[in-house]
């Protein structure tokens, strides 16, 4: 296993000047390939802004990030875009589905972008789907579904082209327990099979069930079970 993510000395600072606010401020973070990492910090305490740079989402104002050795911190969009489709696959809080087609074509949609022919986005959406437990489902619309359904529908997505990096938003934000406890099983099967898993959440419970936890307030690294990250005082 090797260095997937390196983040140097990162900072986001939105309004710079007399009234900046620094949403990150000098993090630096290594996550190698195969981890199962949780990031988890309260409201405003800079998690999702290092969210978006991990998904290349967004750029740092400064400070470097490599993806596969690649350094992304400072690409255009269209480049940024690029690497999102080949590396990573999201998972949001929020299914995202598109409510009049099935999950087969939910799953789909994506690869159809990609340019993806039809037999063979055909074929790894049903394998997809068969791995987050839902083959018996695919020609079911998502209003046909529960919540943890949907949400296995929105993994199936994310995994269809076999990204090395899944990247998991509060997966299970909108879901009860129940449904809480089957979506992280999914993440961790997903984690056995060899993908890097990185969960970005507010709750402790489910931070737990990660193999590392990176704690980050007030856009800083406050601590990391892993012992790998560094902050800047």
Known sequence: MGALVE??????????????VRALDHVSVDIEEGEFVAIIGQSGSGKSTLMNMLGC????????????????SSLNDDQLS????????????GFNLIPNLTALENVELPLIYRGVGKRERRELSGKALEK???????????SEMSGGQQQRVAIARAIAQAPPVI???????????????????????????????????????IAAQANRVIKIKDGRIEADSGEKAVCAM
């Not at 983040?7 to 900046?20: L, V």
């Not at 690497?83 to 949001?92: L, P």
Request: glycine share 10%.
């Open 132 to 142: 987050v437990g839902l083959a018996h489902r695919m020609d079911h619309k998502p």
């Open 82 to 93: 690029d690497i999102r489709n080949r590396e990573i696959g999201f998972i949001f809080q």
């Open 57 to 72: 989402l967004d750029v740092p104002t400064s400070g470097t990030y490599r993806l596969h050795g690649q350094d992304v």
């Open 167 to 205: 990247l998991a938003d509060e997966p299970t934000g909108n879901l009860d327990s129940g449904s809480t406890g089957e979506i992280m099983e999914v993440l961790k099967a997903l984690h056995s099979d060899g993908r890097t898993v990185i969960l970005i959440t507010h709750d402790n419970e």
């Open 7 to 20: 983040i140097k000395d990162i900072c986001k600072i939105y309004n710079p000047g007399e009234n900046e």
